[in-house]
């Protein structure tokens, strides 16, 4: 009799260790791993499906390793699942849940349409510390500000991460599409070369750096994590999004760091993954915090919608220098440094008064570690309209933040000095050619000046609410 196979359907999960549904499957019999692009998939913008790419490189080779192979099939998940799971006989089918209102109108109709057809079908944990309907206010509901939140699960037990289980390879294969074939990189046009210097995927590289960020780095994050000229942070961010170390295993590293040295360095670290199990539980309950207005109250406002300005700051052309900076770190890197996130949303929102959904548009196609939930939090949270924001006319100053944050203009040079800097000449090379741009031309004057900016967004805030509105 041939071996049992089961299917482990694999999204942002891209890893073999602390992985309930993988070990779930490879329990039930021989394990088949299955990546599928489907329309959310292909919707990713053009950093995160270069960085889909290099993560499924990455997990095919470990499976490899192992004897595994990683199937790849593209189109409706519920057609290509049900008949491949008729087609090798499997036993069941396993993924990871994800809780973004896209995510969970898939996952149900592919779970109804494996039942129907017989297969057994498990979602599993995994992808947050708590899933979001497991922490409840005191009245039953869920959490809408982040303090509160925090203290209901900073003692709350999260499970252990568990090893790679023993996995066994089918008898056969079915079909696989080749990777290469799908041309995830081809919207990075020339940008791809130089992102790929600054961005290592992989499970084994993510554990690397969780290991030596916890080893010693954690120690000073309090302070170092809003440094905007050292390696103050932990870089994690696009494992996470990409699943390739779970965010229980960074949790547990984190946790006995902070038993051995009760440092308070090491709990801030905590909290701020906690801010990304926040993140997915007010889009689980909110889903509509990724397109609409948090706040209904806000849907009167005047936000602009895309406009030249708008250009001018995707491109790092402003005149602001730590918002071009930003801008340019994030071409060149697929990143940007969290507090610079901060400024450059709301010189975006409120300087330009430009609606958030502009600019979360473009982080969504810039950014290794576009996750949807933290994208579309931070982006309501730095316009004003968002659960537990700051008030719309709290306006960053740039300029006050810059002298703050980056008091000796380390990272400013770093982006914007192309004559001295490699990484500022680079931003050069990696933007379309169609853009024109040469680092020969020189930086460009102020396009606003910083107090008109901030008095117009705080009389549009002023006429809005004289209107009758209550934002
Ligand atoms: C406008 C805006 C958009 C953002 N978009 C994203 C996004 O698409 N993807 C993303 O992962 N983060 C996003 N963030 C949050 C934050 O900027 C990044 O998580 C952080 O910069 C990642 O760097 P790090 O891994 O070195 O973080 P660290 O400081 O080392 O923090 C550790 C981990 O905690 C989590 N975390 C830290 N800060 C936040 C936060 N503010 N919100 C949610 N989780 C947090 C991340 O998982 C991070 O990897 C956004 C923030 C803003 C203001």
Request: hydrophobic share 40%.
């Amino acid at each position: 009799m041939s071996n049992p196979v089961a299917i482990v359907w694999l999204r942002r999960d891209l890893r073999l260790s602390d992985h309930p549904a993988l070990t779930a499957a490879a329990q039930d019999g021989a394990l088949m791993p299955l990546f599928i692009l489907d329309e959310q998939m292909e919707a990713l913008g053009a950093a995160p499906r270069w960085r889909l790419e290099q993560s499924l490189k990455s997990l095919a080779a470990d499976l490899e390793a192992r004897g595994l192979k990683l199937i790849l099939r593209r189109g409706d998940p519920r057609a290509i699942l049900t008949a491949l799971a008729q087609d090798i006989g499997a036993v069941s089918v396993h993924w990871s849940r994800l809780y973004d209102g896209g995510s969970v109108a898939r996952d149900t109709e592919v779970k109804s349409a494996l039942k129907e057809a017989g297969v057994s079908a498990v979602s599993h944990a995994g992808h947050v510390l708590h899933e979001p309907w497991t922490v409840e206010t005191k009245t039953g509901g869920f959490y809408k500000v982040y303090t509160p939140y925090w203290k209901a699960v900073r003692g709350a037990d999260v499970p252990e991460p568990i090893g790679i289980p023993d996995l066994r390879a089918p008898d056969t294969w079915p079909e696989s599409d080749a990777l290469e074939a799908w041309q995830l990189s081809a919207d990075m046009d020339r940008g791809g070369a130089i992102v790929a210097t600054h961005e290592t995927a992989g499970e084994d590289t993510a554990r690397g750096v969780l290991g030596g960020f916890i080893g010693s780095k954690v120690e000073d994050y309090g302070t170092a994590r809003d440094k905007l000229f050292v390696a103050g942070t932990s870089t994690l961010s696009a494992h996470f999004a990409w699943g390739e170390l779970s965010i229980r295993t960074a949790w547990h590293a984190a946790k006995r760091k902070f038993d051995e040295t009760g440092s308070a360095d090491v709990e801030t670290f905590m909290k701020e993954l906690v801010w990304r199990d926040f993140a997915w539980h007010l889009i689980y309950h909110t889903p509509q915090i990724e397109t609409e207005n948090w706040r209904p109250e806000w849907d009167g406002f005047p936000w602009r919608g895309d406009n030249e300005d708008a250009e001018r700051w995707r491109r790092g052309l402003t005149g602001e220098p730590i918002v071009d900076a930003g801008m340019r770190e994030m071409y060149v890197t697929g990143r940007m440094h969290n507090r610079v996130r901060m400024i450059v949303a709301c010189y975006l929102t409120k300087h330009l008064q430009t609606d958030w959904r502009v600019g979360l548009k473009w982080f969504e196609e810039c950014l290794v570690d576009h996750d949807p939930a933290s994208n579309a939090m931070g982006w309501q949270w730095s316009a004003g309209s968002g659960p537990d924001a700051t008030p719309y006319f709290r306006v960053f100053n740039p300029e006050t933040q810059a002298e703050k944050f980056d008091p000796k203009g380390i990272y400013r040079r770093k982006w914007l000095d192309s004559e001295n800097s490699a990484e500022a000449a680079s931003y050069f090379k990696a933007v379309p050619r169609s853009w024109g741009l040469s680092a020969a031309e020189g930086r460009p004057p102020r396009m606003i000046d910083l107090k008109d900016g901030r008095q117009r967004a705080l009389d549009a805030y002023q006429e809005f609410k004289a209107q009758g509105q209550t934002a």
